[in-house]
């Protein structure tokens, strides 16, 4: 089969499109046909080694935290899985990933696909939509009637964070550009600030907000400035930069890991069929284009280090998709009911392309996309702050 493979660490020209033993399936897994999986910035920390004191990669290993397919092999033990079910997941870290035409994965893991998108457009929710819900249901404790300030609601975490705050009752303050504005407040944010023109911490001067979510890149003094404008015992999450450890007034501060919870995603994918959640993908590219995903992330990452202006850049969290351009494998059972949306470079609804939503890397020319993970051994997840 094919893959994306590095042999190394290092930059982006490590990655090789190769021929890969195609996988078989072990006690408890199966073999899932890749429809696509999406680049995060995951993938590239992974790739540099930044953490492999904690979690060591075996080589050659494939890249891929996100998986949308259909299962051809089943596995001794397998009871809860068929061949031709379409399933969804978030992989392990150190596991091999979905870069590749076939990926072997444990049942225990995987989640029915939503039906009402495209199969491969479905690798754009697992690892955002996760931190997503974790951040606000599980950190956060959002409930109905409570003001949120979601700071990146531009970024793929917080388009589905506006999108669950928003069903959840909550009142939505959200930080978005010209590009990213119109989208979301399509998603139910009550008042949008515009961080291009305005400063956030300026514009939202003297008002305070029982949740801020920072999904935005910024500096330890741009984040203790957020945490100003959270009020008296309520909480700042953060899924990029931590704030500061004893913020004091009864303000819980909260690092993000996400982590896989299958009934978590089982539920995203319900309200994606119930028409509740949309999926964007930024854009869609073949699987061998992967080294080139991963180089244009890097040269986003040197030019938001040259500005010095970490909240300006581009939002984590978005994603690039990759797929192999195919149409449905053998075996795929298309269910009653399924809509095929179009084909644009973008998340929910047709829309302009732009890179930084799921990079979505499809079959036989996998999938690529991005955003925060976990990457911490299992033991060390327990604790699910980031």
Sequence with gaps: MKAVRYHSYGGSEVLVYEEADRPVPGTGQVVVQVAGTSYNDADSGLRAGLRQDLLPLTFPHIPGLDLAGVITEVGEGVTNWSVGDAVIALLPADAPGAAAEYVAASAEVLATAPRTVE????????????????????????????????????????????????????????????????????????RIVDYT???????????????????????????????DLVADGGAFVSVTIPGPQDAGRGVRTVHVFARSDVTQLADLATRVDAGDLAIEVAQRLPLADLATVHARAAGRFARDRRAGRPGRGRKPGRAAACRPGRGPSPGYRRRPGRQDRPDPLTRATPAPARFARPIRLERLLPPGRGLPC?????????????
Excluded: C, M
């Design 197 to 227: 023109v305005t400063p956030v911490v300026q514009a939202l001067a003297g008002q305070h907000f029982d949740v801020v979510l920072q999904l935005a890149p910024a500096s330890p003094e741009e984040n203790a400035q957020l945490v």
């Design 119 to 190: 199969l491969a457009d479905a690798a754009a929710l697992p690892l955002v939509g996760l931190t997503a819900w974790q951040a606000l249901f599980e950190h956060a404790d959002t409930k109905p009637g409570q003001n949120i300030l979601i700071n990146g609601a531009g970024s793929a975490v917080g388009g589905y964070a506006v999108q669950l705050a928003a069903q959840a009752g909550a009142t939505v303050t959200a930080t978005a550009g010209a590009r990213s504005r119109d989208r979301v407040r399509s998603y139910g944010a009550n």
């Design 374 to 386: 976990d990457l911490r051994p299992p033991h060390d997840r327990l604790s699910s702050h980031r």
